[in-house]
Nanobody, 125 residues
């Protein structure tokens, strides 16, 4: 059974950067579509970014395009979300998710199987 553990969250001022990590165990990340979702207080969980299982396709929600980058390092079995130009509206708990041999193109929670426990990102103005 695959396990996903996020880290790298924290507090930053607007305009700053953070890099979230998602360590994958129990399976190789190279066989998994991987994604990031986020949930702000009193809001539903929303799609942020994803990549398909072979890493050749990436997807981003419009609000983070040009600011966030999803990437993976197979040697570390880890997926990253590099976040630049952070805004207060990026404040949320960020969740890592994965699907074995998935296309990575689902923007809905129900399209993903495995989830991490989340890491808090707080952006102050």
């Amino acid at each position: 059974q695959v396990q996903l553990v996020e880290s790298g969250g924290g507090s930053v001022q607007a305009g700053g950067s953070l890099t979230l990590s998602c360590a994958v165990s129990g399976h190789t990340v190279s066989s998994y579509a991987m994604g990031w979702f986020r949930q702000a207080p009193k809001k539903e969980r929303e799609f942020v970014a994803s990549m398909n299982w072979n890493g050749q396709k990436t997807y981003y929600t419009d609000s983070v395009k040009g600011r966030f980058t999803i990437a993976r390092v197979p040697a570390k079995n880890t997926v990253y979300l590099q976040m630049n130009g952070l805004k207060p509206e990026d404040t949320a708990v960020y969740y890592c998710t994965g699907n074995y041999l998935g296309d990575g193109d689902s923007w809905y929670e129900g399209g993903w199987i495995s989830w991490g426990q989340g890491t808090q990102v707080t952006v102050s103005s």
